[in-house]
């Protein structure tokens, strides 16, 4: 099979067919509308009623509104964490601030900065006081939104991608460990890796989504899809 006829995500593969058919799926706005008004089995997929969430905040600014917005994605907020958010709130703000709107995730690692500015970010789950109820996949559901270009999303599916023993597997379990902030890091430039060494599978990926759809959000479908399936 041809290398363009595939695409990498992490320590695995997935034929581009097979993907362009998830993100086609995942972006049908109409399919997912005629499926939350019939009810039944199926469940309708997140795009468009998480990416314009009208949550209120600006860009350097995290609403009310933005920390509920991981409900959408099934990562549901107890009263703990919204609390804990609220607390945080300045230090995310500032975090979101330090990173310019147009700021890719690529581009940040080209240009070395990538580490510094999400492990400073992300590190406030870490320190002597972590903030009850909140985790890495709930806060970058929440900060993706903020900064769609440059911020990953995390869940259990993308870790099987991204942190295990084997050798194609760019982050070593141990490295879970460590501390929330460098984690994340660490896994978001082996993503970036991934997208700058595969552009032409990963441009024609983002082709077949809707025009207001960022390449991380097309990339965390193709990821989750792939982690979830049985040989993850």
Not at 189 to 206: C, H, K, N, S, T
Request: charged share 25%.
């Amino acid at each position: 099979m041809a290398e363009q006829d595939t695409v990498r995500v992490g320590a695995f593969t997935v034929g581009m067919a097979e993907a362009e058919g998830w993100v086609r799926r995942y972006f049908d706005e109409s399919r997912n509308r005629e499926v939350a008004a019939t009810g039944g089995r199926t469940r309708p997929y997140a795009y468009p009623v998480y990416d314009r969430f009208a949550a209120g905040g600006a860009e350097s600014e995290l609403s009310d509104g933005d920390l509920l917005a991981p409900s959408l994605l099934n990562a549901s907020l107890g009263i703990r964490a919204v609390y804990n958010l609220q607390t945080l709130r300045p230090r995310l703000e500032k975090g979101l601030a330090a990173i310019p709107p147009t700021l890719t995730l690529t581009d940040a690692a080209a240009r070395g900065t990538l580490a510094s500015l999400l492990t400073d970010l992300f590190g406030v789950l870490d320190g002597p006081d972590p903030a009850v109820g909140l985790g890495l996949t709930t806060l970058s559901k929440i900060l993706h939104r903020k900064r769609p270009l440059m911020i990953p999303l995390y869940d259990r599916r993308v870790k099987r991608c991204y942190c295990g023993d084997s050798g194609d597997h760019p982050v070593e379990p141990v490295s879970r460990s460590a501390p929330d902030g460098p984690f994340y890091a660490a896994v978001a430039a082996g993503i970036a890796r991934d997208l700058a060494e595969q552009p032409v599978q990963w441009r024609y990926l983002a082709s077949v989504a809707p025009a207001d759809v960022s390449l991380l959000r097309v990339f965390d479908v193709v990821a989750w899809e792939r982690g979830g399936t049985r040989d993850a």
